[in-house]
């Protein structure tokens, strides 16, 4: 049973008899006005999710026009299908330029309405939805909280990528937000209105998934669906071969034929991967020409592990708003909680990180703050595994000035990893002055002047 209802505007009862009891058969909730009068006031009294209108209304051939720049002045932002007489085609045309959604001929081909209605309400619901997803604030940019080069460069990137209008290929591993940036794209790009289409390219039903894909004679697919707006193609390299011929084919011609329906879109494509795509196309596994239509612009979003000094920023992100993100009370990390999460790899990258975060929240609710017992334990016996990895048995065969320089060298490459490299910070929280700390690093061979790992503030 479909929840959409749909307004039917026609001077003849013959005619909004006919299309109800189409729509009616097919689950929709229809309503019907014989004028404009009636039909603005259902629109302004109770919405509808259609409307079809007819354009020549008692005799007057454009009173459908007029009723249409009504709806458009309510800024309603309801889909709106002519119906149209042999005699107002030029009309019907011009009522699409003014915003109508498509128009149908009388007489009807029951096949054609229907498939144009359900068009209609996909992407009606689509834009409903990312209205939706604008209004949602948090994760949204959540990739340039940070103090690293990416963090602090990414948004003025996208901007620029925004507004040229081409095809992107993002580049990184699992869980760093390649959804958030392309929706980031889409919304700063003049198609923020239009439909943002998120596809998952893996499928174990390659028949159906092509169906779903490239659409049937019957069936708009999500290439249509996104017309003129994004087509955001996560794991574009798990696409099967066939789809990566047929996709190929499109972005050449800009068009492809299903049966005897050609079609065409103009969906701008941003597609990412989180495999070695350079592998990939070396082994002839993903279609090399598509790559190239591909990957006009190219963005690659380094690893949380490669970016540790956005660690704690983006923690502090998360805890500030997690009444809103998690419905949890916000609360703090102990020292030796935060230090286990700055050594840790991140292995699931920022995803990850906001799991943890929550999890320990919860973990912690008896409690005023996050210790280390409220961690995950794939967090805490990566932390013995590193202290582990200090090997006694080779500790026990030293003297103990030389076990002292082996421990002091371990410690303090643990430290100023953990402090992505920042000498400053690092020296402040073992307790150390900033230059005999870098003089300790040099002799110990933790950096040099030819190649400095570390901060010089």
Known sequence: MN?????????????RSLISDVLSDEGYKTYLAKDGQEALSLIKNSPPDLIFLDLWIEDDESAGMKILEKIQKMRVGIPVIIISGHGTIDIAVQAIQNGAFDFI???????????????ALEIYRLKKENSTLKLNKFDVG??????????????????KIASANSRVFIRGRV???????????????????????????FSDDKDN??????????????????????????????????????????????????????????ARIICSSNEDVDALLASNRFNRELFYRLNIVNIDVPSLKDRREDILPLIDYYLSNSETIFGLKTKNFTESALAILQSYDWPGNVHQLKNVVESSLINSIKSNEIDKNSLP??????AKEKFVS??????????????????????????????????????EFIGMERSALHRKLKSLGIISDKNKKVDQK
């Open 3 to 15: 929840n959409e209802t749909i307004l039917i505007v026609d001077d003849e009862a013959e005619v």
């Open 105 to 119: 001929e009388k007489p009807f081909v029951i096949d054609r309405l229907l498939l144009t209605c359900k068009r």
């Open 142 to 159: 959540v990739f340039s909280v940070g103090k690293s080069q990416f963090a602090l460069s990414i948004k003025s990137t996208l901007e």
């Open 175 to 201: 869980g760093i937000g390649m959804d958030s940036i392309a929706m980031e794209i889409h919304k700063k790009s003049s198609r923020m209105d239009s439909p943002f289409i998120h596809v998952n390219c």
């Open 209 to 266: 998934f092509s169906n779903e894909f490239f659409g049937t004679e019957k069936l708009y697919g999500y290439i249509e669906k996104a017309d003129a707006g994004t087509l955001f193609l996560e794991d574009i390299t798990k696409l099967s071969k066939s789809c990566q011929v047929k996709l190929l084919q499109f972005l050449q011609e800009n068009a492809y034929l299903l049966g005897n329906r050609r079609v065409r879109s103009d």
């Open 377 to 382: 334990s794939e967090l805490t016996s990566s």
């Open 390 to 427: 200090l090997n006694v048995a080779k500790l026990i065969s030293l003297r103990i000035k030389e076990a002292k320089e082996y421990f002091e060298s371990d410690y303090l490459r643990a430290q100023i990893s953990r402090f992505s490299g920042n000498v400053s910070k690092t020296a």
